[in-house]
Each structure stands twice: as C-alpha cells, then as structure tokens.
C-alpha cells in the first residue's frame, strides 16, 4: 500500500518506534508516531489507515479518539483489529497499572518488525469496540473479506470502516 500511496504530496507515512526515538523525528523516512498522543493539528486528514496496531496499545480508546480529533468532517478511518465476532466484550489481556504491567491472560505477542521478540497485546477486540466507537462519534462498518484469489480465506478476513460524523 505505501508504494502505491508514496507519490502523492499529501500522504504522510508513520510508524510508533518507542520512546527511545522523539515523537515527530524521522527514521529512515518514517514519522515516529503514538497514536494516542499525536502531534498533529485537528481536523488535518481526510484517511487514516492502521494494521493491526491498536491491540499493543495499552489503552486504544484513546488512541481512537485522537484518530476522531485528526480527521476532517466526513474523513474516515480504514483499519484491522484482531476481533471476535461472536463476544460482547473487548478481552483486556493485559493493562498497566502504576508503570507495571499487569496480566489478566496468558500473554501474546504480535510480530513486529521492530522487535524481534514481538510486541504484547492487551487487547483483542469485540463488539464492544464498535459501540465505543460511535460514542465517540464514528460510523462504523465492518466489512468481511473473502476472496480465494488474494488468499484472503476463512472467518475472520475484516476490515473496519470508521467515518468521522
């Protein structure tokens, strides 16, 4: 996708590199970003996408909703979660109390390629997330993916579709 998307003016490509790296330096052409604490004036983007970063946020809902301050009237936000389509409840694996990190489940890490040993997650994701979503102000759709020429197989192929409204 970043290949395709490069070329134009306005496209601005972000990675979270830690706290090692100052928020807003430039890594190998990278933005270092946290999603939840961004740098960017309100109302800038018309799209933002993500994959599968919010479950290694300890708390995503803020994250979301600084996605809803940065994005204009009608802009929206196409992104990947790991989800469970069937349950009530977001799973909150893991969270951090007092700088310590406390875990309610066995933990799971995610691959990162900027971590060898991968990046825990906290949270998987349910229909929780959808209603917390239009509290915030989001119209949210889910689209389910399946398509044996791409690959994309079994139950679990989606992608969200969150509109600032």
Known sequence: MHDCLKHNVNYVLCEYFGRKISLGDIVNGILNVDLA????????????????????????????????????????????????????????????????????MEPIYHLDPLNSSGILVYNIFSLEMLLK???LGFRTTMHKLYDIRYGILGNNGLVFESKKI
């Open 133 to 135: 979503l239009a509290q």
């Open 37 to 104: 604490h961004s740098h960017f004036e309100g109302n800038t983007f018309d799209v933002v996408m993500t994959r599968d970063v919010f479950e290694p946020i300890p708390d995503p809902y803020k994250a979301f909703k600084e996605l809803y301050r940065i994005l204009k009237l009608g802009g929206v936000h196409i992104f990947t979660v790991s989800f469970y389509q069937t349950d009530y409840f977001d799973e909150k694996r893991a969270e951090i109390i007092d700088g310590e990190v406390i875990y309610h």
